[in-house]
Structure formats: structure tokens, C-alpha cells
């Protein structure tokens, strides 16, 4: 028989009393108002149970009826709960507060830089062709509608680009079923620049085309890295990312607030522009390797790259301004083209 | 109601008051918060109901007013039935909304017209889930208030260039406060127009004076750089990190004039009475601080900035209790229970995934 002090609180109303609770072995519990000595309250073993406890706080034990008793003091703990008071000891236990320390941080980042991505990866070639088309063909739309207008380039070079093109595209024999287009549209705010959307929408702006115009493979470098984009589905790649890390990001740190979502945000922002920097680095490749297969040299694409970063600031100047882009390094990307040029 | 005979000058002689007490500490709590979060990330989410019910029960057993603690009743199934619904509604959405804009669009709309049923849902979920000396608080709004008050007003105010905004905002402030209930009586919420507004263009005055502080000083930095289009990066970079820091500091500034004029004007009548004497410039300072520190920590300070702002918010509180209230019973909770705490009924679920 062991006795506790504490306070007992009625069921359903702020009622309650200090009362001195009597415990036997088996189970039974007693208990009587300290002021008088009455009985308060009388319970067996299966009519009440311990409250999961937490650090700093009494053992409450909690009747059927809806009664609680909350010893006075919050470090005593009931002989029978070792079970209930698992949490307790895993969030009070030194040692594996120290390894959740250090092991909190490197699956973190570990998810966002492999697990994700990867997961990513392997749900991607779940989605039909079909379904990709008819997101690149709204996508289109709506880019239509926004940032561009028709091409002004004359009919006749849209003509031989567009023939350069189909041929070589016939030519590389490509056994992923993309119906690919190629649109030519004008755009003030993209400049020279090329994209390629889900299921195969390839734009190329008429400042591009006129910055390349006496280089025909270096054009087709361009497309061909944009080819690359869409065989190896990156934009739905991306898609199922960033969907799958709002989700993780909501669940784990669902508490957070304002300044600290935004770094946490921004840290997101940066691993996957890491992620898109893998990506054009495999377009790249792509590119390399076709124009190698239709007895070009790489070196068309060099000179794109060159005609394209023509008139903008060295990149040298700020190199951590690199972990915000989205591109490699311009200098990185020339030599490994140069690279495959002398096999 | 429970009253017991003396009259009620001796009810009002016999008041107890009392500042509210936080007993938490930072070190503790950082254990809970550390480990549940492992045990996040290792059962792939799941855990996170328990981690919310953890943490939950732990700010709400430290917090003491009149000597008796509150109590977090919500199992972890309840949150995480919640929590998959909402996970497999947004992957759903989103997922779709890439196929069709258009199916975006209705979903948007559907969510707009689906939101103050969620808030209110949410409300009434969270308050019928604390209890305090054994009585459980009650929300009552209805959805078609919740309506008017979190989107309708809002909304209409656009037309006066949101210069009705602070009454909107006083409006839905009663609307809440006015709705919850303890121990079958509802809460009095006597707030007032004018101290809204003047919280309201203060916080804008010091808004604007720091929004032009910031301005100039990312200008500045930006002309230093040697090239231009560096210095323009580094100036939008240095904006973004001080939109977040003003809005933080501006909502303190706000928060704390609003909270002591709506503690201040509530009351459950016969039974207790709020008090709160923030100090606006304790609130600035501990959430300037509590952001310093979760910054240069990469988050490791957050159970440490959760507990402060507790402590600070406790402090800053008191409540008067009269004798009534050791003897309020709930009419409608006669047999609630948290021994045999159950999920009720489907929509008994917490869709909030925070």
C-alpha cells in the first residue's frame, strides 16, 4: 500500500480538491480528501489508466468517468507504466537527443538532394505520353497567351532551319514517341533563348536565330539540347518535385513560421537548382552525343554557347552567386563539349 | 450554470488574481521537438501527429492560470486522419491543376468557398479538444458568419482602399473570441473600433518608416558593388530578407497593442475576467531576437524561441477568477471523458496541417 498527494479533479466540472490517493498492490486505488479524510473516489486496476507523460510535468492518472488525478509532485512516477512512458524516456534520453542532433540535419539533407529527386525520377516514366502532350500543348497556350508574339523571322529561313531540323531528328532515330514541334516565336523579355515544354514543344526566339544565323549547327546544338530536356523528361521530373517537397516540407516542419519557412524555402530553392544544373549538364550531354552521331562536331555547340553569353557580365565576379543558378557555369559547359570533340 | 447561493458582492470580494504561469523550458522542450522530429523523418511523416499531440500537450500542461493547468485532449489518430486527407486533397489538386488550368481554377474555387467551413471546423475541433480543470471550451460559429466575416469583409474592403480594414479585422476578432465558450457560457467581447484603427496606422506608420530604412540601405549597398548588375542582385536579395523581417516586426508591433485591448474587453461572465499588459516593445524585441537566433542556428533554436515567446506571453497575462468558477459544470459534457476519448464522427478530424 504506497500513498500520494496530489489533486483530484471531478469529471466534467471545475470541481476538484486536494485528496491523498491510496494504491494497493493489484491495483486498487482509494481516494480521500485531504480536509476530511472522505472518501472521494474508488477505482480498480481496469477503470483507469496513466496519461502519457511529458518531461517537467505530474503522471496524471485518468479514471473512466472522466476524473483526473494529478499527483503533486511531477517528478513521481506510477510502478505500472513503464510502457506508457516510452516517449518520455526517448525525449529525455541524452544520447539520443545528441544523435537526432547530428542525424536530423543529414537525412534532411540527404531527402531533398537524393531522396526526392530520386523519387522523383522513378514515378516520371509512370506518366503517359499522352498525359505529358497535353500538359506541353496548355503550358504552350498560356505561354503564348503571356510572354511571346509571332516570329518575325522571314518564312524562308524559318523554312531551312525547320529542315535542318526534321532531318536530323529523323536522322537520330529517337525511340521515345515524342511527336516533337518546333515553334518559332519572338519575346522582348526572354531575349535569345530556347525552351522546351513536356511532350515535345520546342520554342526558339528569333534573337537567337539571329545570333546564330550563320551557323546552322549551332542551332541545331541548341534544339538538340532542348531534345535532350524532353527525352529525358526533366520538366515533369521537376513537376513531381517540387509537389513531393511541399508536401515533405509542410509535414515535417508543419509549425514553423514566416522567416524561418522562408529559409527553409529558400534552402529548398538552392538543392534544386542544383537539381536543374544536373539537368542541363545531361541535356548537354544529350546534345553532344547527337551531333557526334550525325557527323557533326561539338564544337557547334561551343559556339552556341559562346554567341549566346556574348555582352554578359563575367561570371567570375560573384562565384557564389553559382549556387542560384539554374545553368552551369558557361566555362564548364564549353570544356566538356570541347572534351568530347577529341574522343 | 452551477451558482451556489452567497450573493454576488462576496463573489466579487472573493476574486483571485493571478498572472498565468509557463513553467516550460527551452532545454526540455528542445528534447521533445528534436526527437519527434526524427521520428518524423524516419516513419516517412506519421510520427508528426504524435510529435503535434507531444508538443501540444506539453505548452498546454506548463501553462497554469489560477493554479491549474490546461489539457490537450486530441489523439494522434484524429490529427493524423486529418493530415492524410489533406496530404492525398493537395497532391490531388496539384497533380490535376498541371493536366488543366481550368481544373485548378474550380479547385481554387472550391477551396475558397471550402474555407470558413475549414476554419470553423478547425476552431471547434482545437477548442473542444482543450479542457481546463476538467471542462472542455466549445466554439460556436456558424459557417455562413465565418462566411462574412473571413472573406466577405475582407474582400468588400478593397473598395475603400483598405482603409475599413482594421474594422473588418475588429469584426472577425469578435466573431471568434464571442463564439468560444467555457463550461456553457460564452465569452463577453467588448473590443472597440477606434483602438483597432490606431493599432492599425501605427503599425503602418512604422511599416513605412522601415520599409524606407531598408530601401535606402539596400540601395546603398547596392551602388558599392563594383558592377551594376551585381549591385542589383545583392539589393533584391538584401529587399527579400527585409520583407520578411518588417512584416515579423510590423505584425509584432500590431499583435501586441491588439492583444491587450482584446484581453482587456473579455470576460466569461460571473467566472473570470482577462487581463494582458503586453509591452509592445517586449514582443518586438523577443520575436526580433527569437528570428536571430533560428537563422543563425539553420532552426536548432526554434524549441528554445517557442518557449521564450511562451513565457513572455504568460507573463504579460492574468486572469481574474471569481468563486463561480470552481463549480462550473458542463451541460453538454456530462460524460466526455478522456479516458475513452474517441473519434466521434468523420469530420472529428483536424484537416489543418499545422
Known amino acids: 500500500m504506497q500513498t500520494i498527494k496530489g489533486q483530484f479533479q471531478y469529471a466534467a466540472s471545475t470541481e476538484c480538491c486536494a485528496a491523498v490517493l491510496h494504491f494497493t498492490e493489484q491495483g486498487l486505488v482509494q481516494l480521500y480528501a485531504e480536509h476530511d479524510n472522505a472518501l472521494l473516489y ?6 483507469y489508466k496513466v496519461a502519457e507523460v511529458l518531461p517537467g510535468l505530474p503522471a496524471d492518472l485518468l479514471f473512466e468517468t472522466g476524473a483526473v488525478f494529478s499527483p503533486e509532485d511531477h517528478n513521481w512516477r506510477w510502478p505500472k507504466s513503464r510502457r506508457q512512458n516510452l516517449t518520455l524516456k526517448l525525449e529525455t534520453n541524452k544520447s539520443l537527443i545528441v544523435l537526432s542532433v547530428i542525424a536530423v540535419p543529414i537525412l534532411i539533407w540527404w531527402l531533398t538532394t537524393v531522396g526526392l529527386p530520386k523519387a522523383a ?3 516520371v516514366p509512370w506518366i503517359p505520353v499522352s498525359v505529358e502532350e497535353s500538359i506541353g500543348q496548355q503550358s504552350m497556350q498560356v505561354f503564348d497567351r503571356t510572354l511571346l508574339s509571332d516570329s518575325e523571322l522571314s518564312p524562308e529561313l524559318q523554312q531551312s532551319i525547320r529542315s535542318q531540323w526534321q532531318m536530323a531528328v529523323d536522322q537520330l532515330q529517337l525511340s521515345s514517341g515524342y511527336q516533337y514541334q518546333l515553334h518559332f516565336r519572338a ?15 520546342l520554342t526558339i526566339t528569333d534573337e537567337l536565330v539571329k545570333r546564330l544565323e550563320t551557323q546552322p549547327d549551332a542551332i541545331l546544338a541548341v534544339l538538340l539540347h532542348e531534345v535532350g530536356h524532353v527525352e529525358h523528361r526533366h520538366g515533369m521530373t521537376l513537376a513531381a518535385q517540387a509537389t513531393a517537397s511541399t508536401i515533405v516540407m509542410s509535414v515535417l516542419f508543419s509549425d514553423l513560421e514566416g522567416i524561418t519557412e522562408a529559409v527553409l524555402g529558400t534552402g529548398t530553392s538552392l538543392v534544386q537548382s542544383a537539381f536543374s544544373r544536373d539537368m542541363e549538364r545531361q541535356a548537354d550531354y ?3 552525343q547527337s551531333l557526334l552521331k550525325l557527323n557533326k562536331s561539338p564544337q557547334a555547340f561551343v559556339e552556341a554557347m559562346q554567341a549566346l553569353t556574348k555582352g554578359q557580365p563575367k561570371e567570375e565576379l560573384l562565384p557564389w552567386l553559382e549556387y542560384l543558378k539554374s545553368h552551369p557555369n558557361t566555362k564548364e559547359r564549353i570544356e566538356k563539349a570541347t572534351q568530347q570533340t577529341q574522343p | 450554470m452551477d451558482m451556489h447561493g452567497s450573493a454576488a458582492s462576496t463573489e466579487v470580494a472573493s476574486a483571485r488574481r493571478s498572472t498565468v504561469q509557463f513553467s516550460g523550458r527551452g532545454a526540455e522542450f528542445f528534447g521533445i521537438w528534436i526527437v519527434n522530429v526524427l521520428l518524423t523523418i524516419v516513419t516517412l511523416g506519421i510520427y508528426s501527429a504524435w510529435a503535434k499531440v507531444r508538443t501540444t500537450q506539453y505548452f498546454y500542461g506548463h501553462t497554469k492560470v489560477d493554479g491549474h493547468s490546461f489539457r490537450y485532449l486530441a489523439t494522434p489518430i484524429q490529427i493524423l486522419k486529418g493530415r492524410i486527407i489533406a496530404v492525398i486533397i493537395f497532391a490531388l489538386i496539384s497533380v490535376l491543376s498541371t493536366f488543366s488550368p481550368l481544373f485548378g481554377l474550380a479547385a481554387a474555387l472550391v477551396f475558397l468557398i471550402a474555407l470558413p467551413w475549414l476554419l470553423v471546423q478547425g476552431l471547434k475541433f482545437n477548442l473542444r479538444m482543450t479542457s481546463y480543470r476538467n471542462v472542455r471550451f466549445g466554439f460556436h460559429g456558424t459557417y455562413g458568419s465565418a462566411f462574412i466575416y473571413y472573406l466577405l469583409l475582407p474582400f468588400l474592403c478593397i473598395f475603400t482602399l483598405y482603409l475599413a480594414m482594421p474594422w473588418a479585422l475588429k469584426k472577425l476578432d469578435h466573431f471568434v473570441f464571442s463564439n468560444i465558450s467555457f463550461g456553457g457560457k460564452k465569452f463577453e467581447v467588448n473590443t472597440k473600433t477606434s483602438n483597432y484603427f490606431k493599432a492599425f496606422f501605427i503599425a503602418l506608420s512604422v ?19 563594383p558592377e551594376p548588375e551585381a549591385g542589383v ?14 512584416f515579423m516586426l510590423v505584425g509584432a508591433v500590431y499583435h501586441a497593442m491588439i492583444r491587450n485591448h482584446l484581453f482587456n474587453s473579455t470576460l466569461l461572465p460571473d467566472t473570470a475576467e482577462l487581463h494582458s499588459n503586453l509591452e509592445t516593445v517586449d514582443l518586438v524585441w523577443v520575436t526580433f531576437t527569437n528570428m536571430l537566433l533560428v537563422l543563425c542556428t539553420l532552426g536548432l533554436a526554434y524549441p528554445w524561441t517557442k518557449v521564450r515567446m511562451a513565457a513572455l506571453l504568460a507573463k504579460a497575462t492574468e486572469v481574474t477568477v471569481y468563486p463561480a468558477a470552481d463549480r462550473l459544470t458542463d451541460p453538454l459534457q456530462q460524460n466526455s471523458s478522456a479516458f475513452a476519448e474517441q473519434a466521434a464522427d468523420l469530420f472529428d478530424v483536424d484537416f489543418s496541417l499545422t
Open chain 1, 286 to 288: 544529350f546534345s553532344t
Open chain 2, 233 to 246: 542582385s545583392l539589393a533584391i536579395l538584401l529587399l527579400y530578407v527585409a520583407y520578411f523581417g518588417v
Open chain 1, 42 to 47: 474508488e477505482a480498480t486496476a481496469d477503470s
Open chain 1, 121 to 123: 525520377t522513378a514515378l
Open chain 2, 207 to 225: 511599416a513605412i518608416g522601415l520599409g524606407i530604412v531598408c530601401g535606402v540601405a539596400a540601395a546603398i549597398a547596392g551602388f558599392s558593388m
Open chain 1, 187 to 201: 519575346s522582348k523579355r526572354l531575349g535569345a533563348n530556347a525552351f522546351a515544354l513536356p511532350g515535345g514543344y
